[in-house]
């Protein structure tokens, strides 16, 4: 199994910005991919941006191109999402997944609240 535990949220103002961090445990090895999905109120879960854990190759959904970057720290066992020029769309709960090897389940974190005020 795989713990994720995210944080960096928070409220910020239009234009600002934020990063956030999800640490994995446990299983950490098998992990091979990571991302950030973000769900609003009312909406469905969406996919924001992608990460592969070895070679480090990223995608991102369009409406977060050019302002969002998301990395990771191997040795950390830690993804990042660095968000700017936030604007009050992006406001949302925002969750880290881990994609494993194998035929293991997805994990997901528990989710971090992250709120733009015009």
């Known amino acids: 199994q795989v713990q994720l535990v995210e944080s960096g949220g928070g409220l910020v103002q239009a234009g600002g910005s934020l990063r956030l961090s999800c640490a994995a445990s446990g299983r950490a090895d098998t992990i091979y991919r990571m991302g950030w999905f973000r769900q609003a109120s009312g909406k469905e879960r969406e996919f924001v941006a992608v990460v592969s854990w070895r070679g480090g190759g990223t995608n991102y959904a369009d409406s977060v191109k050019g302002r969002f970057t998301i990395s990771r720290d191997n040795a950390k066992n830690t993804v990042y999402l660095q968000m700017n020029n936030l604007k009050p769309e992006d406001t949302a709960v925002y969750y880290c997944?881990?994609?494993?090897?194998?035929?293991?389940?997805?994990?997901w974190g528990q989710g971090t609240q992250v709120t733009v005020s015009s």
């Open positions: 997944k881990a994609y494993l090897l194998g035929s293991s389940p997805d994990y």
